[in-house]
């Protein structure tokens, strides 16, 4: 593996392989009609990675019948190698850096998702954790940030008040769900205690949109 470190989205689409052995088309759908859409770059990166990914030996592919969606020659399905499944344990496990923690908020958010099968609970704690020291270190800094620099433009000042509201948000859901995992020695069944309506609603439509083609994901 002396060679570059794989992308962000790299590491995204071998998490979803390890955790679901899946078609480019299957690929393709999550992107489009799911909030993982975020995470891919655009468009047409989904195959270049996915043969990247195949070229380092971290997937490897078994072919399927082939169905009306798909081309004559089968459908082929991306598994992880083992070295593959090592390597996306070793990211899972990536520490906290506070001095990125704003930056790698959505990656971290991603890890946490792919943590439920592949961690032990305290394991789990122990990055929310260290999640929650970084983002009430970076809190803070931002509220300071005023107190030590003249901010004369109106916009900046609403912008950072922005900035401060989403960083409390996110601070706050860290504290809430280690309470949660705390309490409940296993996951427990439904959606948590403070799930979002609106959200939950939008989830279940792309569930069953046929136009959508998706499944909710996890």
């Not at 990247?52 to 971290?58: P, Y």
Request: aromatic share 6%.
């Amino acid at each position: 593996m002396a060679c570059r470190q794989l992308t962000d989205f790299e590491h995204i689409l071998l998490g979803m392989i390890s955790a679901a052995p899946s078609s480019g088309y299957d690929l393709k759908r999550t992107f489009a009609a799911t909030p993982m859409g975020v995470y891919q770059p655009s468009s047409g990166s989904l195959y270049p990675a996915l043969k990247r990914l195949e070229r380092r030996h971290l997937l490897q592919t078994r072919t399927q019948p082939h169905s009306a969606r798909e081309s004559s020659r089968g459908r082929r399905v991306y598994e992880p190698t083992e070295q593959g499944r090592t390597l996306h344990l070793a990211w899972v496990r990536t520490p906290v850096n506070p001095t990125t923690v704003a930056a790698d908020l959505g990656l971290h958010l991603m890890r946490f998702v792919m943590m439920e099968p592949l961690l032990p609970r305290t394991e789990v704690l122990d990055f929310l954790s260290s999640l929650k020291d970084a983002l009430t270190a970076f809190v803070a800094e931002l509220e300071r940030y005023p107190n030590t620099t003249t901010i004369e433009d109106y916009h900046s000042r609403l912008a950072l008040d922005h900035g401060i509201a989403i960083h409390h948000a996110s601070l706050a859901w860290t504290e809430r769900t280690i309470a949660t995992l705390t309490a409940s020695p296993t996951t427990p069944a439904g959606p948590p205690p403070w799930s979002h309506p609106l959200r939950d609603g939008l989830s279940d439509r792309q569930h069953s949109d046929p136009r959508g083609r998706s499944d909710r994901t996890r």
